[in-house]
Structures are given as C-alpha cells and as structure tokens.
C-alpha cells in the first residue's frame, strides 16, 4: 500500500524537535498559555511561542484567544494522518514479518 508521505512530513519534522515534543507534552496536559507552559520548562515565553507556532502550522494543536492570552490545545484531529502512517507501517512489517515465518516454515517442509 502506497502512503502520501507528503502528508505527515511536517508532523515528523514538527516532532523531531525534543523541545517542541517537550512544548507538546505540555499542552497535552490541558489548555495552555506560552507562559504557562515555559513555566513548566526551561525554555523562554518567547521560545515557547516559536515552537507552538511551529506545532500549530503542522496541525499539532490549535489556538484559541481569549482577551489578550492565546490558549493552545491539542488539535482533536491532529494524530489521523500520523497514525494512519504509522498503522500502515505497522501493518507492512507485519506482513513481511509473516512473509518471512512463511517462508521458514516452507524450508522445514522441504527438509523433510
């Protein structure tokens, strides 16, 4: 089965960073504001800003205001496309893995 890589390129590219996965983790936890969330790490307000900027472009979360404070959420549909990847990858290495006991299997036959 062919996937759309295209797709999930700023998701990984969004993750491969340990301070924006940290940034995330955070927002996992509930509604977030930058500083409350660099409260929580040793990264700056504004630091925080740039790295939820980032996870908001790759559809990582999503922003509400309120007043003059922006509250970051995970985005209830941002994992779809990561984990449709990542069950097609799964199902791929599967299925060669039960390729390969097949074929181990055949070989113990033979030998017969």
């Known amino acids: 089965m062919a996937y759309r890589t295209d797709a999930v390129q700023p998701l ?3 993750l491969s960073d340990p301070t924006r996965r940290r940034v995330l983790e955070a927002v996992r936890r509930g ?4 500083g409350e969330i660099s409260a929580q790490l040793p990264v700056s307000r504004p630091a925080v800003s ?3 900027k980032q996870l908001l472009t790759a559809g990582l979360v ?3 205001a309120r007043g003059t404070r922006r509250h970051y959420r995970l985005a209830p549909t941002c994992p779809a496309a990561l984990s449709e990847y990542l069950d097609g990858l ?3 290495a599967l299925g060669c893995f039960a390729d390969y006991v097949n074929q181990q299997h055949a070989g113990e036959r033979d030998d017969e």
């Open 31 to 34: 509604r977030s504001t930058p």
């Open 50 to 52: 740039q790295h939820l």
């Open 12 to 14: 990984f590219e969004a």
């Open 62 to 64: 999503v922003v509400q």
């Open 90 to 92: 799964w199902g791929d």
